[in-house]
């Protein structure tokens, strides 16, 4: 599955939707995107620009194109621009953020609501910034599948507090409806994490379900669900590939060996079967 999915920054990364390097010059050099609708967007994009907008746009871009155009890496160099070039977007995009929280946190002090407001820093997933020679998400790895989860409610949590627990998005919804005192209704799939700020994780979850089901499309990485406790983790490849893969993350934390097949895991490999096989009931889950 690993092997098809188009991810690698040097095959994928698109010179003009990803790179910002405009279609007029990208086609002058002789490159062509390996998605074809990457310049239409990119230029569509570019004319929802104010003038204003644009103006700044050209004004950070303009030289960058400019420099690409007459000085024009190749191979592996290549590689290294697209990725530098990405990378820098995307701690520009970072650094904006963090300016930006921190107006948000200002106002939050300023007008004495900060000591009564949940704050919940995320992402709707994780992302490849270059790990194994690839960028994007999707795939239930580590690298994507991690989410950053930062919350702040000083009447509530401790400042410092650490927790390992097992959580995951669909808990925001019934956490800030415990925290407004509204009911959390029955079909919600979550639970609130506000036992979790009083140190009381009795009855937590000691697993997480994932399902991956948008294939064929963009990237190209295959329809996959499992299982990941805090240790261990069970995939299965699905659609037109049936592949199991099971990870030790203690002493593979880089998923680099699949021990699907290892008779030393053959009874945490039943246990994972076991233990997804309750989450997609459990979730009603089922797999196309």
Do not use: C
Not at 21 to 42: K, N
Not at 43 to 69: C, H, M, S
Not at 93 to 106: A, C, P, T, Y
Not at 208 to 233: N, Q, S
């Amino acid at each position: 599955a690993a092997r098809e999915a188009e991810m690698r920054i040097s095959e994928h990364m698109g010179l003009t939707n990803d790179n910002k390097i405009h279609p007029d010059i990208t086609t002058e050099l002789g490159f062509t995107d390996f998605m074809g609708w990457y310049a239409p967007v990119h230029v569509n994009q570019i004319n929802r620009l104010t003038p204003e907008q644009k103006a700044d746009w050209e004004a950070v871009y303009g030289p960058i194109q400019q420099e690409f155009k007459e000085n024009t890496p190749s191979g592996d160099s290549l590689t290294s621009w697209k990725y530098q070039r990405y990378m820098q977007d995307y701690l520009a995009s970072i650094l904006s953020v963090d300016e930006n929280i921190g107006r948000l946190m200002k106002y939050l002090e300023e007008s004495g609501m900060a000591d009564n407001t949940l704050v919940i820093y995320t992402s709707d997933q994780g992302f490849y910034l270059g790990e194994h020679g690839w960028f994007d998400k999707r795939f239930m790895y580590e690298e994507s599948f991690r989410t950053p989860l930062i919350m702040r409610w000083p009447a509530q949590i401790k400042p410092g507090t650490i927790n390992t627990d097992l959580v995951q998005n669909v808990d925001f919804g019934p956490t800030m409806l415990h925290a407004t005192g509204t009911a959390i209704p029955e079909d919600m799939q979550g639970e609130s994490l506000i036992p979790l700020f009083r140190g009381n994780n009795d009855n937590w979850r000691d697993a997480l379900y994932y399902h991956y089901f948008e294939y064929p499309g963009i990237h190209m990485v295959k329809r996959h669900y499992g299982v990941k406790t805090k240790r261990y983790k069970l995939i299965h490849f699905y659609n037109d590939i049936d592949e199991w893969e099971l990870y030790d993350l203690e002493k593979d934390p880089e998923e680099m060996m699949n021990v699907y097949e290892d008779t030393e895991y053959a009874e945490i490999r039943q246990e994972l079967h076991e233990r997804l096989v309750e989450l997609r009931e459990y979730y009603k889950d089922e797999v196309q």
